[in-house]
């Protein structure tokens, strides 16, 4: 039996990301032991659209972070979402910049 969304947690669709949200991502703190610029990253792509992350990694490689970092299992984040086509357009986004 499927269970159906709670009111309170609708889908948002083109939510307008200011620059202050976007730099809010970087403030994030991860899990001990694991990579601060892997997981910001998974965190961002997890709750932006593909316009506001592309805006949101100009401010993460502007401050520092590593666009090629790799998690505990020595995959970098391009290479987890690589395979299924539906992060094509992220991937795209990740490859021009400058993930490889």
Not at 19 to 41: I, R, T
Not at 64 to 71: E, L, S, T, V
Not at 76 to 100: C, H, K, M, Q, W
Request: net charge negative.
């Amino acid at each position: 039996m499927a269970t159906k969304p709670r009111p309170d947690k609708k889908k948002v669709i083109d939510e307008v990301f200011t620059d202050e949200m976007l730099l809010s991502y970087l403030a994030w703190e991860p899990p001990q032991g694991e990579s601060k610029s892997f997981q910001v990253l998974v965190k961002a792509y997890r709750g932006m659209t593909s316009s506001a992350f592309k805006r949101f990694l100009v401010f993460f490689k502007e401050a520092g972070y590593d666009i090629n970092a790799k998690d505990s299992g020595g995959v970098s984040f391009l290479e987890s979402i690589t395979p299924n086509i539906r992060f094509a357009e992220y991937v795209d986004i990740l490859v021009e910049a400058g993930a490889a």
